[in-house]
């Protein structure tokens, strides 16, 4: 695993952690969601590894990228995105996005339909019967009580170093996000995938977003919660990488 830095402009600056070898076949992109980093991706990135070049940008603001002055948008960070891979010499990827990076990824292949091989948005946000800050806080409280201990060690320590204000300066932009017209544009095959415990992205929230999508297709993972990419890493990294799994199944209309 390395680490580097690139800026696009000025104020936004990106650490990206890369995992395997350039010279992979596919290139995998996992974007993280509001207030955490690329730690809990490592598990997912390592099984990708063995097959692919993996990157784990890190969001402006959060883990070990800089903060900007300014809360930047979900379309900035789409567009940031890109613009970070193009200047690794990445012209196609699979993006797999979780939380509110489902929402990153969502707008990057909505905007740069060449740029996306295939979309995966993992325990995607947010569901509009519980689209404000306390009924999201709610729901993430019932979550941690399902995820494995250390998971929830790594995304509350991730938390703090973010910090309260530059969370709550971020948020606003998930919230106020439409990520169901997002994927609606999105040309290439959609993954909707959630733990079949994860109170954040439920079933019928899921099914929407499949359905909204040209070519989508919604799956559940048994055992896990929203953080599923850490919990059932080999499962997730089968569906990134377009496979199916026994330990995944469809969810029905």
């Known amino acids: 695993m390395t680490t580097s830095a690139a800026r696009t402009t000025p104020a936004l600056s990106w650490a990206i952690e890369q995992h395997g070898t350039p010279r992979g ?33 890190e969001l402006p603001g959060f883990g070990r990228s800089p903060r900007p002055d300014e809360a930047p948008s979900i379309t900035e960070l789409a567009d940031g995105l890109v613009e970070q891979l193009a200047a690794r010499g990445v012209r ?15 707008e990057a292949a909505r905007r740069h339909p ?30 941690s009580v399902h995820e494995p201990l250390r998971a929830n060690a790594i995304v509350f320590s991730d938390y703090v170093r ?22 609606a544009a999105i040309r290439c095959p959609v993954l909707v995938v959630r733990g079949e415990r994860d109170p954040i992205a439920p079933d019928a ?14 799956l559940v993972v048994p055992g896990a919660a929203h953080v599923v990419q850490y919990a059932r890493a080999a499962v997730v990294a089968e569906l990134c990488r377009g496979g199916t799994s026994s330990d995944a199944r469809d969810i029905l209309p």
């Open 114 to 143: 060449d740029v996306a091989e295939r979309v995966v948005l993992l325990g995607p946000v947010v569901d509009p019967t519980a689209a404000t800050a306390v009924a999201q806080a709610l729901r993430l409280a019932r979550d």
């Open 162 to 183: 973010a910090g309260v204000r530059w969370y709550a300066r971020q948020l606003p932009h998930m919230l106020d996000f439409a990520t169901d017209a997002a994927v």
């Open 25 to 57: 076949t596919t290139t995998q992109v996992l974007v993280h969601g509001i207030g955490v980093s690329a730690r809990y991706y490592r598990p997912l990135a390592r099984a990708l590894a063995t097959d692919a070049h993996v990157l784990v940008p």
């Open 205 to 218: 929230w899921v099914r929407r977003l499949a359905d909204t999508a040209p070519d989508g297709r919604a």
């Open 92 to 106: 196609r990827a699979v993006l797999t996005g979780h939380s509110m990076g489902a929402q990153v990824v969502a």
